[in-house]
C-alpha cells in the first residue's frame, strides 16, 4: 500500500484522467523493469504487469505514471510524461534509450579519482538541462583522496550555481546535507559511470539494499553490478531512481541542453561578423578573439564543439533510419 501523493502523483497527472474514468481506472507508478514484466506501485499495493498490456512496451520509463484498468483485458494507458531522461542506446543507430520518467533532480555521481571527467559531467548537466530537471553533482570516494577540493573547484568550474556534495557515500552521516533534496512525492535519479557509488548512495540513503560491488583495484573501473533502473522509497516519503552505470552519454536531442551548460561559449557565438563564420580563421570571429585574449576557456570550446559534432550526427543518422522506415501509403 502506497499514498500517491509520496509517490509522486500531482494535478498534471490527476487531469489526464476523466471524472468517469476514476471507477475504471486506477493510477500507478512503474518501479521496475524487466524484459516481459514491470513492478507496479499503488494505493492498494505493489504487482507485476505484463509488458504485453501496454500499447506501446517499448516506450516505459521506470517513473513513468501508468492508469490500470480494472478490466484486466483493457490495455494499461501510459500517461503523459512531465520529463524524460533519455540517451542514445549503444550501437550507434541513433536509437532512444529512456534512462528515467518526471524526475525533478539529477544526482550527477562522479568519484573523486580517475573517474571525474569534466566532459562526462558536462553531458548531465545538458541532460537535466534540457529536460528541465535540478542538476545536484554529488562527489564520491572523497575519503580516498587528500584532495577532494581539487574535484570540487575542477566541478563548480563548469557551474558555480550549482549544489556540489563531497562525501564518502558508505557513511550516512555525511549525506545529511543531501536530504533536503528528496522532499516526500519527489524523485531523484541518480546517474553517472560503474562504480562511482551510485548504488551504494541509494543504500545509505534509503536503507535500501541495492547490491554493490568493490571495484576492481586493477583499472580502477566498476563492473556493472546494477543492471536495471529501478525506485527506492525513502523512509520519509521521496524517491530514489538507481541506474546502471554508463562511460558515455550520447545525447539524444539536446541543442537547448547543450546551449544552457555553455553560456560562456554562447555568448561569443553570436558575436561572429559573419552569420556563417566557421570559427577558424574567419575575419571578425569572437570565438577566436576570445581563445585568444583567454576569456574564452580552449578546453569548454573543444568540448562544446565536440557536443555539437555528435548532435549533427545523431540527427543525420535519426534523418536516415526514418528515411528507410516504409510510409503507409495514402489510399
Ligand atoms: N571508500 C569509498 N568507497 C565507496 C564510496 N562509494 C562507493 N564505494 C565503493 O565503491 C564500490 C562500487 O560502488 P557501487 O555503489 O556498486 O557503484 P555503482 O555506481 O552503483 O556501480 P554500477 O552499479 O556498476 O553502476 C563499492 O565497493 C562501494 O563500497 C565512497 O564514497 N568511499
Ligand atoms: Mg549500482
Ligand atoms: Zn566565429
Not at 279 to 293: F, N, P, T, V, Y
Request: aromatic share 6%; hydrophobic share 40%; charged share 25%.
Amino acid at each position: 500500500m502506497f499514498d500517491l501523493n509520496q509517490l509522486g502523483w500531482k494535478p498534471f497527472f490527476q487531469t489526464q484522467l476523466g471524472a468517469e474514468e476514476w471507477d475504471a481506472y486506477s493510477p500507478a507508478r512503474i518501479a521496475l523493469i524487466h524484459r516481459s514484466h514491470c513492478v507496479v506501485w499503488s494505493a492498494q499495493d505493489e504487482h507485476e504487469l505484463q509488458i504485453a498490456r501496454f500499447k506501446n512496451p517499448k516506450d516505459l520509463a521506470v517513473g513513468d505514471w501508468v492508469a490500470l484498468p480494472h478490466e484486466h483485458r483493457k490495455t494499461v494507458r501510459l500517461l503523459n510524461r512531465e520529463n524524460e531522461l533519455a540517451r542514445q542506446a549503444p550501437g550507434g543507430r541513433a536509437q532512444k534509450q529512456l534512462i528515467g520518467a518526471n524526475i525533478d533532480t539529477l544526482l550527477i555521481v562522479s568519484s573523486c579519482n580517475d573517474d571525474f571527467g569534466e566532459s562526462r559531467i558536462e553531458r548531465f548537466l545538458a541532460l537535466a538541462a534540457q529536460a528541465g530537471i535540478r542538476p545536484v553533482i554529488v562527489l564520491t570516494k572523497a575519503d580516498l583522496t587528500g584532495d577532494a577540493d581539487h574535484f570540487k573547484e575542477a566541478a563548480r568550474a563548469l557551474d558555480p550555481e550549482i549544489q556540489i556534495e563531497c562525501v564518502d557515500a558508505r557513511d550516512p552521516d555525511q549525506l545529511t546535507d543531501l536530504h533536503p533534496l528528496f522532499p516526500p512525492g519527489e524523485t531523484t535519479a541518480l546517474i553517472g559511470a560503474s562504480g562511482v557509488g551510485k548504488s551504494t548512495l541509494i543504500n545509505s540513503l534509503a536503507d535500501a539494499d541495492q547490491p554493490t560491488f568493490e571495484v576492481s583495484t586493477f583499472d580502477g573501473k566498476g563492473q556493472h553490478t546494477t543492471t536495471a533502473r529501478s525506485l527506492h522509497l525513502m523512509p520519509d516519503g521521496g524517491l530514489l531512481l538507481d541506474t546502471p552505470g554508463m562511460r558515455e552519454l550520447q545525447l539524444v536531442t539536446c541543442d537547448l541542453g547543450i546551449a544552457a551548460v555553455f553560456p560562456d561559449v554562447v555568448q561569443y557565438l553570436d558575436q561572429c561578423r559573419f552569420n556563417n563564420c566557421l570559427h577558424q580563421s574567419d575575419a571578425g570571429c569572437a570565438i577566436r578573439e576570445a581563445l585568444e585574449c583567454g576569456t574564452l576557456d580552449a578546453a569548454r570550446w573543444t568540448r562544446y564543439q565536440q557536443l555539437q559534432v555528435e548532435q549533427t550526427q545523431y540527427l543525420e543518422t535519426l534523418a536516415a533510419r526514418n528515411r528507410r522506415i516504409p510510409r503507409p501509403r495514402n489510399r
